[in-house]
Antibody
Framework: EVQLLESGGGLVQPGGSLRLSCAAS????????MTWVRQAPGKGLEWVSA????????SYADSVKGRFTISRDNSKNTLYLRMNSLRAEDTAVYYC????????WGQGTLVTVSS | QSVVTQPPSASGTPGQRVTISCSGS????????VNWYQQLPGTAPKLLIY???QRPSGVPDRFSGSKSGTSASLAISGLQSEDEADYYC???????????FGTGTKVTVL
């Protein structure tokens, strides 16, 4: 059974940084792309970033480009999202999902950017 | 604002058929496959349809997807109370070089 467990969310001041993690199990992690998706309170889903299985390809939404960095450690079956220069509008539940098609999702971790 | 649009709401009575549209452009729906997700209240999204019209195992055949040109549709036949949820389409956009979710549609069972 595929399991994805996000962690690292919390309260951070504007301009601050945070690193999210997503621990994966139940599939061969290194052979699948991984995706981050976020959902602001009461709003719709927003695609954030994705990375190929071998880390040779990454993509970002324009809204986070230059501030967020996606990475992965295949030896630890873990996906990361480094978030810098955080803004109030980055407040959201952040989900990690398996593959480009997001065929399995974690339960999400809440990031609140506020002073 | 998303480049892929959906109607904000749709509704039907139990047993009815409900259709949700997803409108995009040549750089997204017109050139890539569409996925659909169901998000029940307070839960994470779940993949409902992939590659325009394929159902993952466990998804009832009441759910079906289609695509034509720069638009896609999700149909729910035999609507049930447990289908009350938010539904999102998603597609890769070649111009943005990234994924895009539709604006989302809230389905209400009357």
């Amino acid at each position: 059974e595929v399991q994805l467990l996000e962690s690292g969310g919390g309260l951070v001041q504007p301009g601050g940084s945070l690193r999210l993690s997503c621990a994966a199990s139940g599939f061969t992690f290194s052979t699948f792309a991984m995706t981050w998706v976020r959902q602001a309170p009461g709003k719709g889903l927003e695609w954030v970033s994705a990375i190929s299985g071998s880390s040779d390809s990454t993509s970002y939404a324009d809204s986070v480009k230059g501030r967020f960095t996606i990475s992965r450690d295949n030896s630890k079956n873990t996906l990361y999202l480094r978030m810098n220069s955080l803004r109030a509008e980055d407040t959201a539940v952040y989900y990690c999902a398996k593959d480009w098609a997001c065929d399995n999702w974690g339960q999400g971790t809440l990031v609140t950017v506020s002073s | 604002q998303s480049v892929v649009t959906q109607p904000p709401s749709a509704s039907g009575t139990p047993g009815q058929r409900v259709t949700i549209s997803c409108s995009g452009s040549s750089s997204n729906i017109g050139s890539n496959t569409v996925n659909w997700y169901q998000q029940l209240p307070g839960t994470a999204p779940k993949l409902l349809i992939y590659s325009n019209n394929q159902r993952p195992s466990g998804v009832p055949d009441r759910f079906s997807g289609s695509k034509s040109g720069t638009s896609a549709s999700l149909a729910i036949s035999g609507l049930q109370s447990e289908d009350e949820a938010d539904y999102y389409c998603a597609v890769w956009d070649d111009s943005l070089n990234g994924g895009v979710f539709g604006t989302g549609t809230k389905v209400t069972v009357l």
